[in-house]
T-cell receptor, first 114, second 112 residues
């Protein structure tokens, strides 16, 4: 089985531009998580979904960030407008209760906002 | 709320040394405990887990025992290799919740 797929792997954009990160979870997993990782703040949970429904978005830093999951095989994290402090590695992970809370992480998207 | 505390890094060891990375937790109920590893440039991957008190998780020579009396889940390996250089995260889940609470991570560097 393919693992969690994220695209793009690297994104460089200018401040003020819209950025869209994409994630395809493992087939059959009904939980999807978005994380952000920086040297200063470590690993932060931004939002997670269960059966395509957002369950907890308390980690979303501000209104510039939004996430959607239109179907079981696709999710997006959008930043509009982007700022230099958004530069980080963004990870998507998925899980299934059948696997005892083990989360499977994607390779991440490294975002640089100049 | 639930929390995980792990030893500050970075940790630098010589090859074949004994490794311990401490992890303690605060949680109500009976959480499941995990160690994840992140190799350079990659996402996190599960290293081992334990779901109840006194369980021992093990993988790739690493071990950790779920100690409820001391609320700990310390990671150990008897003889580390250069390829073990990575960041290690302790984590817990509680009440059957798929959400994980992570520690801050410990960077481990093994020198030949």
């Amino acid at each position: 089985d393919a693992g969690v797929i994220q695209s793009p792997r690297h994104e460089v954009t200018e401040m003020g531009q819209e950025v869209t990160l994409r994630c395809k979870p493992i087939s059959g997993h009904d939980y999807l998580f978005w994380y952000r990782q920086t040297m200063m703040r470590g690993l932060e949970l931004l939002i997670y979904f269960n059966n395509n429904v957002p369950i907890d978005d308390s980690g979303m830093p501000e209104d510039r960030f939004s996430a959607k999951m239109p179907n079981a095989s696709f999710s997006t994290l959008k930043i509009q407008p982007s700022e230099p402090r958004d530069s980080a590695v963004y990870f998507c992970a998925s899980s299934s209760p059948d696997r005892g809370s083990q989360q499977y992480f994607g390779p991440g998207t490294r975002l640089t906002v100049t | 709320g639930d929390s995980v505390t792990q030893m500050e890094g970075p940790v630098t060891l010589s090859e074949e040394a004994f490794l311990t990375i401490n992890c303690t937790y605060t949680a109500t109920g009976y959480p499941s405990l995990f160690w994840y590893v992140q190799y350079p440039g990659e996402g996190l991957q599960l290293l081992l887990k334990a779901t109840k008190a006194d369980d021992k998780g093990s993988n790739k020579g690493f071990e950790a025992t779920y100690r409820k009396e001391t609320t700990s889940f310390h990671l150990e390996k008897g003889s580390v290799q250069v390829s073990d250089s990575a960041v290690y995260f302790c984590a817990l889940s509680n009440f059957g919740n798929e959400k994980l609470t992570f520690g801050t991570g410990t960077r481990l560097t093994i020198i030949p």
